[in-house]
Structure formats: C-alpha cells, structure tokens
C-alpha cells in the first residue's frame, strides 16, 4: 500500500478545501505492544458540499493497504468510485485521491465524481507503527515488580490524529467518531466516552465498542491501552469521575480527584452550562509531552501533573496539581465544547483556561490566594516573553505544523489570560461572566473565531461608550504590550492652588527589554488604567486611548500613588518623577500599604526597567531595601528570581562575592523567621516561601544553609518543601559519591516527584567529570524524553562552566537530539531553550546564531530567536552595568526605615471577583567515556579515592581558602537551632570558601 510519510521540517500545510466534510468516523484500532504496531479499519461519513472530482485528507506514516470510496444514492445504494490517482504530499501531510468522473449525470455538476448535496463513504484498511515520539498512537513505558511493559496512548494535539488514522486533521471539520479498540489479555481500554459493549475473544483479548462521541474536533480523540488502576467519586451533578494510574499508583491520584470533582461542578455553576458527558477520566501516563490534554471526557497527563501524595508532596506541588486539572477541566468548555475554528486562534482555548483555572482554584481554595500566585506566575511570564522583539501577536497567522507547535507558548496562554483577566475587570465581572455563558450557548459544538467572542461580550454591555472589539483589537493582533512613563506635573506647572489635587503626564510606548524608545509612537494601545493612591478609598479607572494624556488624582502631595492596582492592567509602569517611587517604596511596600501583588507588580516593573537599560540597577538594589519587612511568598518569588538573574549575569565579575553578601543579608530574615520546620502559626504558602528563601541562600552556598541541608538530609529529616533544595545542596558540595548517590535515589525512586527532585538534583555538580556523566546521563534510556530538558536546565544554570559544557553537548549530538524529539509539542523547544538561553555574552550569542544557521531548526526557530535575544540583552545588561554596581558596593550600606507618614492598615489579600528516604550506599562502576549520539545507559562514576564517610571538601581545596569565608550579619542566633552541626559546618565553610577563592 501507498505510505504516507512525515511531514517535512519545511512543511507548509495548506488549509483542506470544504467542498467535502466528515460527518462520522468509525474507527477499529488493534494495537500489538510487542512489535509496537497496530492496524486500523476506518469509514467516513461524507457529505459533499460542492461537486468534486478530488478528495483531500491528512495522513502520516501510515501505510494505507485499502482505500476506497463509494458514492451513497438518495434511497440508500452504495455505488463505488473508481480512484484513478493517488498522490502523497510528504511536505504537507496530505493526501490527495483523484476521482473517475464515471458518477456524472445529467446536472450541473456531471463532469464530477461527486454531486453536490451528496453522501458519499471513505474506506481503509491501513498499518501504523507505535512510535516513541510522544505524538500521535505511540508507547509509553511503565514497570511493574521489576518487569518493563509498555501501554498504548494517544496525543493528537495540534496535528498528530493523522499519525493514527486518515482524517481531516484540522480543528473545523468537526466529527462524531465511533471508537472500537481491540485490548490484549490483562489490559484494558479507555476512550472519551463509555463503553457500550465488549467482546472477549478465546485468546484473552477483548473489543471494546464505546458510546459515540458528540461532534468534536479530531484532535480531543483519546485512546489508551494498558494496564490501569483507578479510583472515582461522583460529583455534586451525578458526573462519573475517575482517576487512572499504572498498576499500584492509584492512591497518588486522590488529590486530583478530589479536585476535579470540585472543579467539574465549579464551572458547571459559574458558566451556566452542563459538562455535555456522562463520565470525566484523568488518566497518568509515565510518557508525556505536554503537561497534560484536553481530550473530551478522557484527559491525558504526565504523571507529575497529576500524582501527589499528602505528607510527601511540597505544598507547591500539590497547588500545581490542582491548577492543571483546573485548566484542562476548563477546556471542556473552552477547546472542546466550544473550539477554534483555526489554531491562529488558539488563545480561545489556552488563554481563557488558563484564567479559568485561577478563577476555579480560588474559588475551591481561596486560602492559597491563587490571583496573588497568578501575578506572579502567569502574568509575569507573559509580559517577560512578549518584551521580546522576537515575540508575536496573541492572534498570529500560522500555516505549517512546525509554526502551530510553537504558538503554545506563554502569549497563547499567558498573555491570553492575562488580557482575559484584563477586560474583565473592564466591564465588570458579572457582564464578562453573562457574556461568556451567551458566547458558550451560542456556539456550542461549533468553531468560533475572536470576533465571536467580542460580539458575544459587546451583547452584554448594555449601552457602553467604549466597544470592546475596538479596544481589544489593539490588545490580540499586535505584538508586544506598552510601557506608560509618570511624569508628575508640578503643582506651579498646573496652575491650581489645591493640595489634594496632583496631575500627572503619561505617555504610552512598546516596551522591549533591549531598550525603550519613549518617542516612537509606531503602536498604540487603548488601556485600561486602574490608579490608586495612599488615601483613596477607591482607584480610579481611565481609559487610555492617545499616545500621550494628563490625568488628575486625589492624593495628598508626599502620598504614594500606583498606575496600575492590582495588576490587572497589560503594561509595566515608569515613574519618571523620581519622588514618586521613592512615597511607594518608603511608604507602599515598606508599610505593606499597597496590595501583595502591587508590591511584587512594583519590582517586577523595576527590574523589566533594568534590563532595558531605562533605569540603572543601582536603583533597583536601593529600593530593594524596602523589601526587608516582606512577609508574603508571591512578592518574595519574585524578589528572589530577580536576585536569582542578578546572580546569573554577573556571577563572573570580579566583585561578584560582594553581590552574595548582600543577597544573603537581605534573604536571611525571611529563613531564619521561618526555620527549616513546619509551625502551628504558618500562613498559607508559608512552606513555599520557607524553600524558596533556603534554596537561594543555599545556591549561594551559605555556610549555615549549607551545612544544615546537608546534615537533614544524612539525618532524613527533611519536609517535602526542601527535599530538593537539599538534594541540590548535597551534590553541588559533593564528590561522586554523593552523585552516586543521587543517581541511585532517581534510579530507585517509585514516587514522581521524589525521581523530579533527584533529577534536577544530578544537574547541580559543578564537577567537569560528573557533568559530563549528567550530559551522557541525559540521552540514555533512564530519562525520559519529557525530563532531558528538566536535566539540562539545570546543568546549564548551575555554573558558567557547565553551560558551555551543554551548549557542546548540544552541538555534539544535535543530530541525535534533532531526530530523537523534533517531533514532540513542548519537549524539543524547550531543551533547545535550556541549552542556550543561560548565556550572558555576545561572543556566545553569535556562536548560537552561526550553529543554527548551518543546522535549520524550523520546529523550533522561534524558541531558538527568543533566546538568543535574551542572551543579547543580558549581555547589554552585564556590559552597562557592572561598573556601576561594583562602585555601589563600596558605598557605607544604608538601612532604609519604613515610612511613617501615614499610619494605615496593611490591604487585605487579594480577591477576585467570583460567584457566590536515606542515602543508598552506591557501588562505583566504571563509566563509558561520552559519544556524542549515543543513547545507552552510563554507569555511575568511579570514586576516585573511595572514604568510608562522606565529604564535602574536595581534595584540591587550599587550606589557606578556610580564611576568606564572607561575614553575615548576626547570624548566631540562626546557628542555635543546628544543635550538633557545629563539624558539618567547619566543613561547610571550607566548602563555601573554596567555592568563592
């Protein structure tokens, strides 16, 4: 038979012709999971809509046997056609047959095998491969008492349904598909809907026959076979919702359910629309591309989106758990029910689940204030990618499949939400909910397009003076988002006598991390401006529509005033007048009289200022000062992960020592409030922060972070939180015994998120000898595909040595890479992100660009040209900078008060609105030197001089280096709480100064 094979890497697909639609599929699949084949029987219903002689489909290496096609009469008469040609474009994945016009009669369309108004069949008899690419019908590994099997699942998504059948594999052609699946004895059969019957052969084999499905789009099809557990609960509608494991892991799925269930009826209720199915399946496979799938009643994901286990699993995790059953149970809604009609407009589905799943998750849990976490999570993402020249528009035209697997990425999710979470603070969040519940009804089992939803939400407005299409456009079909410069007009300027009446002068322009040009008027957006001040009760809303305008708030004159209340509006601020952010620092963030994610909104503006060189970052380490008090977790997240980028590009300057110093000094209040010990008196995220604060201390190898991790982890007394900061501590500071070690622990390791920990653990060796064991460890067949880039990461991020040991590793074996995972949604683009992106030198950055010019990466040349940007501005940074910071480091340090010109309560949390184990002792084997393609397992590393005990020092460390340790302030009274530490942290000490000698 005919083999229609992949698509080419300089694929452009073209849209399929209309003229013919499937109406129904019946699809037979029989998967052998020993030869890793499967065979599959097929009819398609047609309805001809235009008189055609050529039928278009999509299909990818499938050997297609049979095919044939009969023309249905009006009483019921099949009437074969003859196919005269058959043609395979390779390039676009498409097949195309061409018709014996012998059908024609006496109407208007007799020169046409296919009358208009018609019904017509498609037949196949065709032949596949389970592949190991994580896309389409392929194998996933799992092991059971010891013994490696394998299951069979399907990941459509975008445009991989024709890997496992011929079909019209695009979004529009929406279907009914009957679903027959042949199981092999001991393993079962999941599908989207139930089953209806089942038949058991005499060899242990059984047929599975499902319900149909409604009319959805080929790629929410679902088929999964192998050996599952589960366990269920029937939500507050009756819905059957299950959760299925490999063999043994069902208890690990309790969470999950639990929150699916919740979040099942949550939508429900605040959408005004019915889950359309009678059961929801989440199902946990071992080999997955994506963090999970949507697909309709039976959704698919990777086992650390959906295992947790209370007591083991960090606070952290278990919150991300439950986000991402939130945002896939919202896309029953949003992608299934109701589905872009082309994946330009994919932010519909990725965008809005992503704002659903925060909406959802406070509304179960509003203890863990999730719109905080969103802020600093999702919000933040999308204006960090879409600073980028090489960013694109939230509706962006796409035609190939490579240009469609690259659109997932933080604009179609994040930014999406964001300008979602944006409008509907807009028109008020009863108006957007009503507007969403018509837009639902209206288009239900339909394909929609922008324009559709803005016409759905314009429905409701009732008489507004502003159209939300007019202003939203500006928002979905140009890239980028503005920066607004406040520049305060003196009250002489004004002209107006009163004190409580200040104006100010904002201008809007692009914001772009390589620079902001505040004179280019080249875009314009009309935005919604939330104002609040010191002594207002209320903020006040402006809409933003020129390039320049003047605004007047009541505020006193020495009060802070903030342009952009609880970030919800898509813009970064910069207060030009330089006393207004010194009322918000003293007064805003100091005092806590600004809202928690105004505060984080305060420095993430400053620091995106930083980078594009608008203001130096002498300024962003003085107004860190005000952030001595904080107490909250998601305002910390981002003071850290800034320090964290400050560590990053200057950690080669030679004044670099001084910037720990002053790190640590800033970080440490919040450790030694919090301790390495759960309390009675934790506040919710408290555990997050309590690791993420011991993490960045001890990446900078402070002495007592240092010496406490290691001694909890040898005593096994470590809370899930900082099992992988210490995990991490343990093998930056070791020899190859500890890696071993570690190697052991994720060899070992049954529980997902402990073999996660382990992992990312391995990549901290700063060792030449053991990071190129990790680099040869990352390719063999004990890391997935879906954890190399986890792996990776962090090698590259650990030292700027390792990251050009990776970025050689990358070159070495692009081939292999290339092959191996190109095809794979998120797999490849962000291990080629990992591999480059930690870079802070132009000569690096033109050494990227070369490479890639001589080895085209179409599947992931846009990753490949953000990160390369990111490279150049760091550069630009480290280049315009460095002088400055070190001349500021020798200035006396000055400890800021927190202003007390207003005696204000702190502002509550934020609320949207809403409806009411020990060390194994390893055993050294000696290690394969590195190739650069192959894939086999490495041994764990020989010790070079086997000891008895561990060590943390290495053998080169000079005795004089114990002298140079740095000085941190006062920090006796956190070294009480490490009883019997005191040898672990002389250790520690020779460690951490051989590390800065």
């Not at 990725?350 to 204030?369: K, M, Q, S, Y």
């Not at 100091?590 to 909104?601: P, S």
């Not at 074996?813 to 995972?821: A, E, G, H």
């Amino acid at each position: 038979g005919a083999v229609c094979s992949a698509v080419s890497s300089t694929a452009m697909a073209s849209r399929l012709s209309r003229a013919v639609l499937p109406r129904k599929y019946r699809l037979t699949l029989d998967p052998d999971l020993s030869s890793f084949t499967f065979r599959g029987w097929l009819e398609i219903d047609l309805d001809v809509r235009e008189a055609t002689s050529v039928i278009q489909f999509h299909a990818v290496d499938l050997d297609l046997d049979v095919v044939k096609l009969v023309r249905i009469s009006p009483d019921g008469q099949h009437h074969d056609v003859i196919i005269q040609n058959k043609e395979n474009d390779t390039t676009a994945g498409i097949t195309t047959l061409r018709l014996n016009d012998n059908g024609g009669s006496n109407n208007n369309d007799h020169h046409h095998a296919l009358h208009a108004h018609s019904t017509a069949m498609l037949r196949f008899e065709y032949r596949g491969t389970l592949n190991d690419l994580l896309a389409g019908f392929y194998r996933s590994r799992y092991t059971v008492e010891g013994e490696d099997r394998y299951m069979a699942v399907t990941q459509f998504e975008a445009c991989d349904a024709r890997r496992c059948f011929p079909c019209w594999d695009e979004p529009s052609f929406k279907a009914v598909f009957e679903v027959n699946v042949k199981a092999p004895a001991g393993r079962i059969v999941i599908s989207n809907m139930p089953v209806k019957s089942m038949d058991t052969h005499q060899d242990g084999s059984s047929m599975y026959h499902f319900e149909d499905t409604p009319i959805m789009s080929t790629y929410l099809v679902c088929v999964c076979v192998g050996e599952y557990d589960y366990i269920e609960t029937t939500n507050k509608e009756g819905v059957l919702v299950r959760v299925y494991t490999t063999p043994g892991k069902k208890e690990q799925g309790r969470v999950a359910l639990d929150a699916a269930a919740a979040s099942l009826s949550m939508f429900h209720h605040w959408f005004n629309v019915p889950y359309p199915l009678k059961k929801l399946d989440l199902l946990a496979i071992p080999d997955f591309s994506a963090g999970a799938m949507e697909n309709w009643g039976a959704i698919t994901f990777r086992e650390t989106a959906l295992l947790a286990v209370p007591g083991q699993s960090s606070e952290a995790y278990i919150h991300n758990v439950c986000r991402i059953v939130a945002h896939e149970l919202a896309h029953q809604w949003f992608g299934n029910l109701v589905t872009m009609e082309w994946w330009t407009h994919l932010w519909l589905n990725e965008g809005f689940a992503r704002w659903a799943e925060t909406l959802c998750v406070d509304h179960i849990h509003p203890e863990w204030n999730f719109w905080q976490k969103y802020v600093g999570n999702a919000y933040t993402q999308a204006l960090n990618l879409d600073s980028l020249k090489s960013s694109h528009a939230i509706e962006v035209a796409v035609k190939s499949e490579k240009e469609i697997n690259q659109i997932f990425d933080a604009i179609s999710y994040a930014k999406g939400a964001s300008v979602i979470r944006m409008l509907a603070a807009f028109l008020g969040i009863e108006t957007f909910q009503k507007g969403l519940h018509y837009y639902l009804t209206t288009h239900q089992f339909q394909n929609t397009v922008t324009e559709d939803l803005w016409a759905s939400l314009r429905t409701m407005q009732m008489g507004a003076s502003v159209d939300v299409e007019t202003m939203m456009t500006s928002w979905t079909k140009q890239v980028g988002y503005p920066v607004i410069r406040v520049e305060e007009i003196t009250q002489h300027q004004q002209n107006v006598p009163s004190t409580t009446a200040r104006t100010f002068r904002l201008t809007q322009t692009r914001f772009l991390r390589t620079g902001v040009n505040f004179d280019d008027h080249s875009q314009r957006w009309m935005i919604p401006l939330t104002i609040s001040s010191q002594t207002s009760a209320h903020p006040t809303k402006v809409l933003m529509s020129e390039d320049s305008m003047t605004v007047t708030i009541e505020a006193g004159p020495n009060d802070w005033v903030y342009f952009n209340s609880r970030q919800t509006g898509v813009y970064r601020v910069y207060y030009a007048t330089p006393r207004l952010v010194t009322a918000i620092g003293a007064a805003g963030v100091a005092n806590k009289q600004l809202l928690a994610e105004d505060r984080l909104g305060f420095e993430f503006d400053l620091f995106a200022l930083v980078l594009a060189g608008v203001i130096p970052t002498t300024q962003l380490l003085d107004i860190y000062q005000y952030y001595r008090d904080e107490d909250d977790q998601f305002v910390w997240g981002s003071v850290i992960s800034h320090l964290q980028a400050l560590t990053h590009v200057f950690s080669e300057e030679d004044w670099y020592a001084s910037f720990d110093s002053f790190a640590c000094d800033l970080l440490m209040p919040v450790a030694k409030r919090l301790g390495w010990e759960s309390r009675s008196d934790d506040r919710p995220n408290d555990a997050t922060l309590r690791a993420q604060a011991i993490s960045f201390l001890g990446g900078l190898s402070h002495p007592d972070i240092t010496a406490e991790g290691i001694r909890r982890y040898h005593a096994d007394a470590l809370a899930p939180d900082l099992r992988a900061t210490a995990y991490g501590i343990v093998v930056a500071c070791g020899q190859k015994q500890q890696y071993n070690a570690m190697l052991d622990k994720y060899e070992s390791a049954e529980f997902v998120e402990e073999k996660k920990r382990a992992l990312s653990a391995l990549g901290r060796t700063t060792d030449p000898e053991l990071v190129q064991h990790a680099l040869h460890l990352a390719l063999s067949p004990k890391v997935r595909s879906q954890d190399i880039s986890a792996l990776i990461d962090s090698l590259a991020s650990s030292s700027p040595a390792s990251r050009r040991a990776v970025w050689q590793w990358a070159k070495d074996n692009w081939s292999t890479i290339d092959s191996r995972l190109s095809s794979s949604l998120f797999v490849f683009g962000s291990l080629v992100t990992a591999c480059i992106t930690h870079f802070t030198d132009s000569a690096t950055a033109d050494d990227i660009e070369q490479f890639f010019t001589t080895h085209p990466c179409p599947a992931a040349d846009r990753n490949i040209a953000q990160a390369l940007e990111r490279v150049r501005a760091a550069a630009a940074w480290r280049s315009r900078d460095s002088q400055a910071v070190r001349s500021w480091y020798k200035k006396p340090s000055v400890t800021v008060q927190a202003s007390t010109s207003a005696t204000i309560a702190p502002a509550p949390r934020a609320v949207e609105p809403t409806p009411s184990a020990k060390v194994a002792t390893s055993v050294p084997i000696t290690t394969p030197t590195p190739t650069p393609t192959t894939s086999t397992t490495p041994a764990k590393v020989v010790t070079s001089t086997p000891t008895p005990a561990p060590s943390y020092a290495r053998a080169s460390t000079p005795a004089a280096a114990v002298a140079t340790t740095k000085t941190t302030s006062d920090d006796s009274s956190y070294s009480n709480i490490m009883i019997g530490a005191g040898v672990v942290l002389a250790i520690a000490l020779a460690v951490y100064a051989w590390r800065r000698s």
